[in-house]
């Protein structure tokens, strides 16, 4: 398996997503699910502070790809053409479910790499993604249109 650092963009959309799910709290429609009912309040804890919850998740998929290669100082993904890449700055970005779904998916494969699936970060963010898909699914035309038992 490779790893990679993930471009700051895909933890900006990630963690605006999560700032959205939040302040769309005990809306309907809602476009995120309720952080509220997940079993880990770690990720509605660290919303709060945006920017550090992004430094802290561009700093996991360092150590993850600092794991899966422990001698080399140029991490792959961390060039771009040649140029090293800025270390991360947040930003909010619009988000829609289901590019946050595949950069929720890039993003922890990324950080599967030793120890790293062990922190409770990561397990916030896989019970995030479950969430999401089921949210998404249960919001499909086609899912309305299926009877209920």
Known sequence: MSAYVVDPKTINAIVSALKTAVDQEGKYPSTFPDLRYLKTQTLRDAISEPAELGHTMYAMNINAVEQRYPDTEDLPGTYTDGQRMDFYKYSRVETFP?????????????????????????????????????HMIENMPEYEKNAWG
């Open 98 to 134: 289901i590019s946050i779904y595949k950069s929720l998916s890039c993003y922890l494969y990324q950080c599967s790499e030793g120890d790293v699936d062990q922190l409770p970060l990561y397990k916030a963010l896989i019970e995030f993604k479950s969430a999401l898909a089921e």
